[in-house]
């Protein structure tokens, strides 16, 4: 796929995420950053392919467009933006399974307790 076209899906799906509403073309263009600003006919060309391909769909004729689930798959495999975490997110990570997990043990040790009864 085309970078243009990777741009313009990651915004859909990001802004619908957020949203919930159907993509338009001038609503798009005001999102897009500077650097990949498109006019209107564009975007709209761009998201028309991007329906043909499967990624996008059309609600209905005056709605803008909405991700499908390959649009999503795309999205998750391709276009999110990775997210490292950092060492104290970690710690705190694995603080609470440590805490979960000894719950858990706990549970399991008094369900045998009464099963044992």
């Given at each position: ?14 802004n619908?995420?957020?949203?919930a ?16 600003q ?37 999205y ?11 060492l ?23 369900a ?6």
């Amino acid at each position: 796929m085309e970078h243009r076209k990777k741009i313009i899906l990651r915004a859909i799906v990001e802004n619908y995420i957020t949203d919930a509403e159907p993509i338009g073309s001038k609503f798009l263009s005001s999102k897009l950053d500077e650097a990949a600003q498109l006019s209107s006919a564009t975007l709209r060309n761009e998201m028309a392919s991007l329906e043909s391909l499967g990624y996008l769909e059309h609600p209905h004729t005056s709605a803008g467009r909405v991700p499908t689930a390959k649009g999503y798959r795309m999205y998750v495999d391709e276009l999110m933006a990775q997210h490292r975490l950092t060492l104290s997110e970690m710690e705190a990570i694995n603080r609470a399974m440590k805490i979960k997990m000894k719950a858990l043990d706990e549970v399991l040790a008094e369900a045998g307790r009464l099963v044992a009864q």
